[in-house]
């Protein structure tokens, strides 16, 4: 059993699933867009969350929806830090940033978040894992790809290169016990809803590279494709992602709706852990 330490919080990977909370203060995400820009909003809504049994909450400042377009690094800190800055009044839960941009990230850690979600895998801004290392908190891995969704061996393919961003982590000085990877389902992260489904299947082979797994595929597009739903009816293939998550291995998934997977979670680890 490995632990890590996420501010004040020691998490026992292995004895259950953790909880990531999201809280978009953007104008334009897939899902909730608009609904949190306000501060006083994006707090009642993180204690909401904490309230319904998230671990962490995730604030990120820029969409990563198919399509969107990107904001500057002085926009994304205006919209992230007053709200981290509110949120670690107030919560009793860790806190992290959702950026691949090291100066937003260096603020969000100074106005207290505890971890580092980079949707580019350290891969993006050079000075990333150092900032990381040097802080000495946790970073969540994720693989993306300019190149886009065109792979030679998907899952090998992924595996390569999500290989390549935690040799990075390590020259860096990131320590293995501070490192969590994500496959980073969605066609924003270079996966058709064919590869995201092909994904799902394989999850336990990114176990095997040996960091705690995080899963985000709340209300994504492939199980809007599957289902044929809009994007706010697809909690129940959200739940079923979540379950079939949690059979392969996952550790943490990253959700909309706390309390709807907080339960999934809680039966699934009673039945499989």
């Given at each position: 059993?490995?632990?890590?330490?996420?501010?004040?919080?020691?998490?026992?990977?292995?004895?259950?699933t953790?909880?990531?909370?999201?809280?978009?203060?953007?104008?334009?995400?897939?899902?909730?867009?608009?609904?949190?820009?306000?501060?006083?909003?994006?707090?009642?809504?993180?204690?909401?969350?904490?309230?319904?049994?998230?671990?962490?909450?995730?604030?990120?400042?820029?969409?990563?929806?198919?399509?969107?377009?990107?904001?500057?690094?002085?926009?994304?800190?205006?919209?992230?830090?007053?709200?981290?800055?509110?949120?670690?009044?107030?919560l009793?839960?860790?806190?992290?940033?959702?950026?691949?941009?090291?100066?937003?990230?260096?603020?969000?850690?100074?106005?207290?978040a505890?971890?580092?979600?980079?949707v580019?895998?350290?891969?993006?801004?050079?000075?990333?894992?150092?900032?990381?290392?040097?802080?000495?908190?946790?970073?969540?891995?994720?693989?993306?790809?300019?190149?886009?969704p065109?792979?030679?061996?998907?899952?090998?393919?992924?595996?390569?290169?999500?290989?390549?961003?935690?040799?990075?982590?390590?020259?860096?000085?990131?320590?293995?016990?501070?490192?969590?990877?994500?496959?980073?389902?969605?066609?924003?992260?270079?996966?058709?809803?064919?590869?995201?489904?092909?994904?799902?299947?394989?999850?336990?082979?990114?176990?095997?590279?040996?960091?705690?797994?995080?899963?985000?595929?709340?209300?994504?597009?492939?199980?809007?494709?599957?289902?044929?739903?809009?994007?706010?009816?697809?909690?129940?293939?959200?739940?079923?992602?979540?379950?079939?998550?949690?059979?392969?291995?996952?550790?943490?998934v990253?959700?909309?709706?706390?309390?709807?997977?907080?339960?999934?979670?809680k039966?699934?680890?009673?039945?499989?852990?």
């Amino acid at each position: 059993m490995k632990c890590m330490n996420i501010g004040k919080s020691t998490w026992e990977w292995g004895t259950r699933t953790y909880i990531m909370g999201i809280l978009n203060v953007t104008p334009d995400s897939f899902s909730d867009g608009g609904k949190y820009t306000d501060i006083d909003a994006a707090v009642k809504h993180a204690l909401h969350m904490q309230a319904e049994g998230a671990d962490i909450i995730d604030v990120g400042g820029e969409s990563t929806r198919p399509g969107s377009v990107p904001v500057t690094e002085e926009e994304e800190k205006r919209r992230v830090i007053p709200v981290i800055e509110e949120l670690v009044k107030v919560l009793d839960i860790p806190i992290s940033v959702d950026t691949y941009r090291a100066g937003t990230a260096e603020l969000a850690l100074k106005a207290g978040a505890s971890m580092i979600n980079d949707v580019w895998g350290l891969k993006y801004d050079p000075e990333m894992a150092s900032l990381a290392a040097d802080r000495g908190v946790c970073v969540c891995i994720m693989h993306n790809r300019s190149k886009g969704p065109v792979y030679d061996n998907l899952i090998e393919d992924m595996i390569a290169e999500l290989s390549e961003s935690i040799e990075i982590a390590k020259k860096s000085g990131i320590k293995d016990e501070k490192i969590i990877i994500d496959p980073g389902i969605g066609l924003g992260f270079a996966k058709t809803s064919e590869h995201n489904l092909m994904i799902m299947r394989n999850l336990d082979r990114f176990k095997k590279l040996g960091y705690p797994l995080l899963l985000a595929a709340s209300r994504k597009r492939f199980i809007g494709e599957v289902l044929g739903l809009d994007v706010n009816d697809r909690i129940e293939g959200t739940l079923a992602v979540t379950a079939a998550g949690i059979m392969k291995g996952v550790d943490m998934v990253r959700v909309h709706d706390v309390l709807e997977n907080k339960r999934v979670a809680k039966m699934m680890d009673s039945m499989v852990r």
